[in-house]
C-alpha cells in the first residue's frame, strides 16, 4: 500500500509537478519553438522549460508586487457554477486563470514585443497551463480550491489542495527522473485534445478540471485520507500531467510558428 506524506507548498503541483509538465512539453516542441523558447531563456540559471517552470509562484519572493497582482490569474473558481465558466461572473476584470493565459499567450505570439516581456510571458505560459490541469484551481470558491478543507492523514493536519498540489505525487516516493519515465509510458493524449484554441485556450481545459474536482471520492468522507484514497486518486494526478505536458507544447508550437 502507498505511504502518503503531506507537504504544505501553496502552489499548484509544487516545484515537482511544474517541473515534469514542462519536460513532457519539452518531448513536444517542433524544431522552431524548441529554438525560439531557447533563445527567450537564455541567461536564466536553468534556460529550459523545467528550470522556469515555477517561476510564477516565486514571485511571491522575487516579486512581491508582480506577485500579488498575479496572484489570481493561477486559479478561477466555477464549482458552484456546475463546471460552466462564464467571463463576467468569474473573471472579473481579466484576473483570473483563462484571460491571464490568452493574455500572455498574446504577448508571447506578438514579435514586435522586447524579448525581455515575451521571455516573461513564456514564463506564465509554462506555469499557467500547469495550473490550468490541477483539478483544485478550477472548483469551489466556497473553500478556496479545497485550502480550507481540512484532512488528516496518519495524524497529521493538511488540507485537500496541498494534498493533490504535491502530497499525491510524494506519496510515490519517486524522483523526478523516474517520474517523468511514468509518465511518458502513459498512452499519448488523442491529438483532438491537444489542438490549441485561437483564445480562451485554458477555457475547455478548467472546465475539464473542474469536472475532476467535484468527482465523487474527491472530497473524502470524514477528512480522513487513506492509502486507499491515493491508489483511486494518483492515477488522475498522473493523466493530468501528461495531458498538461502535451497540450503545453501543442500551444508552444501554435504561438511560435514561423510568421
Not at 481545459?205 to 468527482?215: H, I, M, N
Not at 465523487?216 to 493523466?239: F, K, M, N, S, W
Request: proline residues 6%; charged residues 20%; hydrophobic residues 45%.
Amino acid at each position: 500500500m502507498l505511504a502518503l506524506a503531506i507537504a504544505l507548498p501553496a502552489q499548484a503541483w509544487g516545484p515537482l509537478g511544474h517541473r515534469l509538465v514542462a519536460r513532457l512539453a519539452e518531448d513536444g516542441l517542433d524544431p522552431q519553438a524548441r529554438a525560439e523558447t531557447a533563445r527567450l531563456l537564455r541567461g536564466e540559471a536553468e534556460p529550459t522549460l523545467a528550470g522556469i517552470a515555477s517561476w510564477a509562484d516565486d514571485l511571491r519572493a522575487e516579486d512581491p508586487d508582480l506577485g500579488r497582482r498575479s496572484a489570481p490569474w493561477h486559479y478561477v473558481n466555477i464549482g458552484e457554477s456546475g463546471c460552466r465558466y462564464q467571463a463576467t461572473r468569474d473573471c472579473p476584470g481579466g484576473d483570473c486563470i483563462v484571460a491571464a493565459l490568452d493574455a500572455q499567450v498574446r504577448i508571447l505570439a506578438d514579435r514586435g514585443r522586447s524579448d525581455a516581456e515575451r521571455a516573461q510571458a513564456l514564463k506564465f505560459v509554462v506555469h499557467l497551463v500547469g495550473d490550468a490541469h490541477q483539478p483544485l484551481h478550477a472548483g469551489y470558491g466556497k473553500d478556496r480550491g479545497g485550502n480550507r478543507y481540512q484532512v488528516n492523514h496518519a495524524g497529521k493536519g493538511s488540507n485537500l489542495h496541498s494534498l493533490w498540489d504535491s502530497g499525491l505525487l510524494n506519496s510515490a516516493r519517486l524522483g523526478e527522473d523516474a517520474w517523468l519515465a511514468r509518465l511518458r509510458a502513459l498512452p499519448a493524449p488523442d491529438a483532438a485534445v491537444l489542438s490549441p484554441r485561437a483564445t480562451d485556450a485554458a477555457l475547455p481545459w478548467v472546465e475539464q478540471s473542474c469536472r475532476l474536482a467535484l468527482a465523487p471520492g474527491v472530497y473524502p468522507p470524514g477528512h480522513v485520507i487513506d492509502a486507499a484514497y491515493v491508489q483511486a486518486h494518483l492515477p488522475t494526478g498522473e493523466r493530468q500531467l501528461r495531458l498538461a505536458g502535451a497540450r503545453l507544447a501543442a500551444l508552444l508550437n501554435a504561438v511560435l510558428a514561423a510568421h
